[in-house]
């Protein structure tokens, strides 16, 4: 129900765009996140949105290059990501929680790797 495109590879100092879009329900009342993994570690938290757009959070490690932003009426939720660092090197997913949950996510995108070479 969520499918994350955007990915690639990208030289340090790059940008890359993220999409999420959403099909099978509308998730217009849902707040969205985007987190990452990378090899050998855990899943970490990098950006999340409230179902408004009205507020955004960012992880120290992105604040200030990435932003997260939706369109509610295509269903979409993008990470804008300026400035790329090779320890940006992950693959990036995109999540929805409900109104109901105040920190778990319910729905999961299956992902896109993003590579960032030095």
């Known amino acids: 129900q969520l499918q994350a495109c955007g990915g690639g590879l990208v030289q340090a100092g790059g940008s890359l765009r993220l999409s999420c879009a959403a099909s099978?329900?509308?998730?217009?009342?849902?707040?969205m996140g985007w987190f990452r993994q990378a090899p050998g570690k855990e899943r970490e938290f990098v950006a999340a949105?409230?179902?408004?757009?009205?507020?955004?959070y960012y992880a120290d490690s992105v604040k200030g290059r990435f932003t997260i932003s939706r369109d509610n009426a295509k269903n979409t939720v993008y990470l804008q990501m300026n400035s790329l660092k090779p320890e940006d090197t992950a693959v990036y997913y995109c999540?929805?929680?409900?109104?109901?949950?105040?920190?778990?996510?319910?729905?999961w995108g299956q992902g896109t790797q993003v590579t960032v070479s030095s």
């Open positions: 949105i409230s179902w408004s757009g009205g507020s955004t």
């Open positions: 099978g329900r509308t998730f217009s009342s849902y707040a």
């Open positions: 999540a929805a929680r409900p109104p109901s949950k105040r920190i778990e996510y319910d729905y």
